[in-house]
Structure formats: C-alpha cells, structure tokens
C-alpha cells in the first residue's frame, strides 16, 4: 500500500481567491488522480496526472480552473483557481499500487468557500 | 461510459445486526474495490476483489464477474461501522475506476 498526505487538511476561503493542495506519496508512482467530493456526493476524477506530462482533465473540469502539476514521481499540486461556493468540496489525492489497479487516497482537503 | 449502481443507497442497524451491501456494473471490470469513508471524510480501503470471495474479519465480499456484482457483508456491526460505503470499478477501456452513488450506514447502539 502507499502512505499518501495531503496539505492543507482544511481551508475556508473567501470567493475569487485561489487555493493550492499539496499530495506528497512516500513512494514513487506513475499515475496521480485527484477527485472532487461534493457535500452528499460520490467522488468525480477531475483529472489524470503523469509525470513529466500535463495532466489529462475529464469532461466538465478544464485546466485554467484546476491547474495540477506533477514535478516528479512522489508529489503533485491541484489549484483550484477563482474560487466560488460551488467549489466548497472534499479534494481527494488517489495512487494507484505497483501490482495493479488498487488505487489508495490521501486523507482529503475540505474546503469550504464564503 | 461504464454505469455503477449501489444498492440500498440508505441503511439504518441496530448494533449486531447484520446487513449486505449490492453493486451492480454495467460492463466488464479488471478491478473492483469497497471503501469505507468515515465520518472524517477518509476512504478506507476494505477490499480489493475482481472476483471470488474474501474475508476479513466481520467483514467479507464476494464478487461475481461474470453476472456483474458484488456484495459486501457486515456481520455483527458495531457503531464504529457507521459511513458511507463505496463500491469502485476499474475497466481497462476506460482506464480509470468509476464509483457508485454508494451506500450510508448508520449503526445505532
């Protein structure tokens, strides 16, 4: 399994501010995932992160709204840029294991914007 | 895309009782997963189990691939199992896991 941490745990935020989440993995990966967790929700990928690559974003999330990086094989950033409400959300790092497709998440940022 | 349905999406126990979880996928899966999000917020890996049966403690899932499904068993339950329980598929076309709606359990002592 992998140990993953998230920075910050928690943030409230004021509107039109942007907010930078921090996923540290104590092991090298190939692929980073990072989920958006809407209050009563299941979990939507909001995108795909290779390293030395730029991240694949699926449908309904676009780059200039959750720019992610992914600067070597332990660590990746999700912003999550002009803030509204609506992104009020739990933000979820994922790995995937080394064997297969086990995925295992980071303890999760809860957001709360004003 | 592939179509994962959890089933009931609510369920209230009295401590020690016992209850099954349903998933139901609409296509062919190279991996499925349950997780337990506790009320912190955190996922909790329970079971990785494409197919056949597992056991781990209380806790026990089978799936059937073939058919599409999977269960997940909780015997005795106690109040720490209350949560939200996730059912997640991994299909090699889309190459990304899909998760269900899933299903919140509430144990009350």
């Known amino acids: 399994s992998a140990v993953i941490s998230q920075k910050p745990s928690r943030d409230i935020c004021q509107r039109g501010t942007s907010l930078t989440i921090q996923c540290q993995v104590d092991?090298?990966?190939?692929?980073m995932f990072w989920y958006r967790q809407q209050p009563g929700q299941s979990l939507t990928l909001i995108a795909t992160?290779?390293?030395?690559?730029?991240?694949?974003?699926e449908s309904g999330f676009v780059i200039d709204k959750f720019p992610i990086s992914r600067p070597n094989l332990t660590f990746s950033t999700l912003t999550v840029s002009n803030m509204s409400p609506e992104d009020s959300s739990i933000y979820l790092c994922?790995?995937?294991?080394?064997?297969?497709?086990?995925?295992?998440f980071g303890p999760g940022t809860r957001l709360t914007v004003l | 895309g592939i179509q994962v349905e959890q089933s009931p999406p609510d369920l209230i126990l009295q401590e020690g009782a016992n209850s099954t979880l349903r998933c139901n996928f609409s296509?062919?899966?190279?991996?499925l997963q349950w997780f337990h999000q506790n009320p912190w917020g955190q996922l909790i890996n329970l079971f990785y189990i494409p197919s056949g049966t597992k056991q781990n403690g209380r806790l026990s899932a089978t799936t059937v691939a073939t058919e599409r499904y999977s269960l997940l068993y909780i015997s005795s339950s106690q109040t720490t199992d209350s949560g939200v329980y996730f059912c997640a598929v991994h299909n090699t076309n889309a190459g990304k896991s899909t998760f269900g709606d899933g299903t919140t359990l509430t144990v009350k002592p």
């Open positions: 092991s090298q990966v190939t692929m």
């Open positions: 994922s790995v995937e294991g080394r064997l297969h497709n086990e995925q295992f």
């Open positions: 992160a290779n390293q030395g690559s730029e991240a694949t974003y």
């Open positions: 296509d062919s899966v190279n991996n």
